[in-house]
């Protein structure tokens, strides 16, 4: 399961940064375009970084960290059990075997 497809920010939140910082959901999603774009500039193929989830994301799932990952030339963020610290550099192992997205 793609854990990005659970990622959201509450909506009252949302509100509340539109209405504290005068920001709007479009300048919201081109920055999260350009952080996207950004990371896939930065990461190798098949590399990523553990992130912790903060009090500010939500998942259906008690997830404590994610990794953020490069495969495929798309940027991809998944569940993440390990115990490794917040900012690890890893490589993942990819079966070639597997079908591409």
Do not use: C, W
């Amino acid at each position: 399961m793609n854990i990005r497809n659970h990622l959201y920010i509450k909506k009252q939140k949302m509100e509340q940064i539109e209405s504290n910082m005068g920001i709007s959901q479009k300048e919201l999603s081109n920055a999260s375009h350009i952080f996207a774009r950004t990371i896939n500039l930065l990461l190798e193929e098949n590399d990523g970084i553990v992130v912790d989830v903060t009090p500010e994301v939500e998942f259906d799932e008690d997830v404590k960290k994610v990794i953020v990952f490069k495969h495929n030339n798309m940027i991809h963020i998944q569940r993440f059990d390990q115990e490794l610290d917040e900012g690890s550099l890893i490589t993942l192992e990819v079966d070639e075997n597997l079908p591409e997205e």
